[in-house]
């Protein structure tokens, strides 16, 4: 059923228990500024008081390992152990300031890493090489699997005792968790392979550990791809069993995304599973779809510039919540202009060039 009115984006809401000034969501964006073991800093606390103070209505954090020797990427947030708590209650504090909710992605990188590969072991559903990186990991064993499951669940209730509001999971962009619901990566023959059931298993033990320490009321959120875009991979058709089964776990809000950031601008009206990747809007055609499959919120993320395009979206759909990234690297206060008359659409030029090796921002309006 679609939302009749039209001045909604800016009123407050539930994403479960979790109360939202508005429908504007920072997606996870990896800074590359923590310290080496992924400790926070100035740099740190003023990007996300300035997020903060710009009027956007929940902040997902960067991603962070749930296991110190697991360091997909240098300057990523850690997230591994007590010793960050007192910083991020600093952290949750400044942002809760300006009635802005702040949760804390999680993450386990795996193969999809070029950095100190060799030096450390990364482990994967199977020995099959990640397209992008070329990278083979270590076929996890029972034990391996128990680990990784337990440390998620372990830094989710650290996320919950630094006064985060929320945990999103990151099971897209052929990270770990992908790959174990992709055909392509998970070759296992074990519980943990062949079925979807299967495939889902290692996914499923996260989410229901993680709900055994942090509680049935503290929010959890699941990122998700919608397809992996390639032959053989995890389809859309697995994708929507997945946000159904989520759903009937208790899952709090699914985030759509794909594996193809930094290059959707290019893809743009190709059709993958029968669906095509919007302009404005990447993914929003498998959002929509999932919107009205479920009955928990659904946040959307990739390609969006026009709030005129976000609000008609908004108001012919189920989906609640729209997500950015790259704009935010270039314009921090898009949020606020918008919301106080200038809706001329985002300054980003959707260019991808915000990864530096010193850190990532935006390259030209932002330096």
Partial sequence: MCKS????????????????????????TWENMTTTDG????????????????????IITGYGNVVKEEQPNPGMMGAYD??????????????HKYDSKIIMQLAYGG??????????IIFAPSSVPEKSTNVVGKTMTQSDI??????????AKMVKDSGFDGVE????HTYLINQFLSPYYNNRTDNYGGSLENRMRFLIEIYSKMRTLVGNEFPILIKLT?????????????????????????????????????????MTGEIFDGLEIQEEGYFLEYAKIISDLVNIPIITVGGFRDLNSIENIFNSTNIGYFAFSRPLLAEPNLIHRWKNGDTNPAKCVRCSKCRTPEGNYCTIFNK
């Fill in 169 to 172: 999971i990151h099971g897209a």
């Fill in 39 to 58: 400790h926070l800093n100035k740099k740190i606390y003023d990007i996300y008081e300035e997020l903060a103070k710009n009027d956007i209505g929940l």
């Fill in 111 to 120: 193969t999809k890493t070029k950095f100190n590969v060799g030096e450390r």
């Fill in 226 to 266: 919608a397809t992996d875009f390639f032959e053989g991979g995890l389809t859309f058709e697995e994708t929507k069993l997945i946000c159904q089964k989520l759903e009937s776990l208790g899952i709090d809000g699914i985030e759509i995304s794909g594996n193809i950031h930094g290059k959707a601008k290019s």
């Fill in 146 to 155: 128990n680990y990784v499951v337990d440390s998620f669940a372990k830094s």
């Fill in 5 to 28: 009115n039209d001045n909604l984006l800016f009123q407050k809401s539930n994403l479960g228990n979790l109360e939202i000034k508005n429908r504007f969501v920072r997606s996870a």
């Fill in 82 to 95: 007590s010793s960050f708590i007192s910083e991020y209650k600093k952290l949750t504090d400044l942002v």
